[in-house]
């Protein structure tokens, strides 16, 4: 099948992959009075009084945007909003198929990162939580962390951390097949935008000691020239030992190189210089880093890709649905280290020792018991680290 011609041929028939459905009876005078007016004013002013009313008494509390500006769409660049529609109501057609909440698209015309941050926090009180979506770095550093700190709702980027916990869940299976120590081992990351810069930092965070990250310009080094303030932030925390070169230099003697860059950046040679049983996971999409059959032909023991063409899909769809899901459960106020790691593991636990090989790392994307495995972690961390109001 040709995906693309007959994607666009459905997407014509669809006309819109979501739509709203109404929950309650609004067909004669008493259903009417109920849903509407006059009785709908008792829980305007319930509200009024206390405004967290409005997770019990309206949907508020199951629904979610997914934002975009439109500037970095599906590794398509930047497309503009209404040409990244598609993508989003893609990702909320998942966010209710895998963790029943409701999501809904919010394409912003605007590539201030000021006017974006004041738009959605202006927007913030419909909504259980916030998903941003395709905005380009640096720019979407920026807007995370401002809105992290100031909303009291849960705000995830998932590019960014979606790609870095689902990296982290096949790392950690991989790991275990290949029988090396998260600590001990040496880990390239080829791309350091948005996903590769969370992917170092969250993997730093579940111990990986050992981590040098690239772009086009070769090895990332702490005092390098031209460092965007993402990349020298980086540059502190990865690197260690102050190497310097292109990205072979950087593969010699690695043990795992993940790519969020771009297609055929990588040789047979760079892989076969390697550490033993090395482990790939060329995400680049749609066309990966390396054939996959051209990596395991140079000796890779694992590769993992973003396609679901090929083996071990690296796909963010097993993060989001369920990782929204749990913080929704217990109004959790933000999505924080402990919930990720969480879901991390989470994802990873659904794959059993006995069905573990190097074709099957991750479940599928449409295993709904790994979105529930997820909801559930992720809720039990919100509570455990005290930023869930309920419980």
Not at 88 to 109: H, S, T
Not at 189 to 194: E, P, Q, S, V, W
Not at 323 to 346: K, P, Q, S
Request: glycine share 8%; with cysteine.
């Amino acid at each position: 099948m040709n995906y693309r011609e007959a994607s666009l041929k459905k997407h014509g028939e669809w006309k819109g992959k979501i739509e709203m459905v109404c929950r309650v009876p609004v067909e004669n005078r008493e259903a009417l009075s109920l849903a509407y007016t006059p009785g709908v004013a008792e829980p305007c002013m319930a509200i009024h009084h206390d405004v967290e009313k409005s997770f019990e008494l309206t949907r508020r509390w199951n629904t979610v945007p997914v934002i975009t500006d439109g500037t970095a769409v599906l590794g398509l660049g930047d497309i503009g909003p209404e040409a990244g529609m598609p993508v989003m109501e893609g990702k909320c057609a998942l966010f209710k198929a895998y963790g029943n909440v409701d999501a809904y698209p919010l394409c912003i015309r605007s590539k201030d990162t000021e006017e974006i941050i004041r738009t959605i926090k202006l927007l913030a009180g419909s909504f259980g939580g916030i998903n941003l979506e395709d905005i380009s770095a640096p720019r979407c550093f920026e807007i995370e962390t401002r809105l992290k700190e100031e909303l009291d709702i849960p705000v995830f980027h998932d590019d960014q951390h979606g790609t870095a916990i689902v990296s982290a869940a096949a790392l950690l299976n991989a790991l275990k097949l290949a029988k090396k120590d998260i600590g001990e081992i040496k880990l390239v990351i080829n791309g350091a935008g948005a996903a590769g810069i969370a992917i170092a930092k969250f993997l730093l965070k579940l111990g990986v000691k050992y981590v040098t990250l690239c772009d086009s310009k070769g090895i990332i080094c702490k005092g390098n020239d031209g460092l965007n303030p993402a990349k020298k932030e980086i540059a502190e925390i990865t690197n260690l030992n102050r190497l310097t070169g292109t990205l072979a230099d950087a593969m010699k003697g690695a043990d795992v190189l993940i790519g969020v860059s771009g297609p055929h950046c990588i040789t047979k040679d760079m892989v076969r210089s390697m550490a033993e049983k090395p482990i790939l996971f060329t995400c680049a999409n749609p066309v990966p880093e390396i054939d996959p059959k051209d990596a395991k032909e140079a000796g890779a023991f694992i590769v993992g890709t973003g396609s679901s063409e090929n083996p071990n899909q690296i796909n963010n769809v097993l993060v989001f649905p369920g990782l929204f899901r749990g913080a929704l459960d217990v109004r959790a106020n933000t999505v924080n280290t402990e919930m990720m790691i969480a879901a991390a593991r989470g994802i990873a636990s659904c794959v059993s020792d006995r069905q573990l090989s190097v074709d099957y790392i991750l479940p599928y994307a449409y295993d709904k018991k790994a979105h529930k495995a997820v909801a559930k972690a992720v809720a039990e961390a919100a509570i455990a680290t005290g930023v869930a109001k309920i419980k």
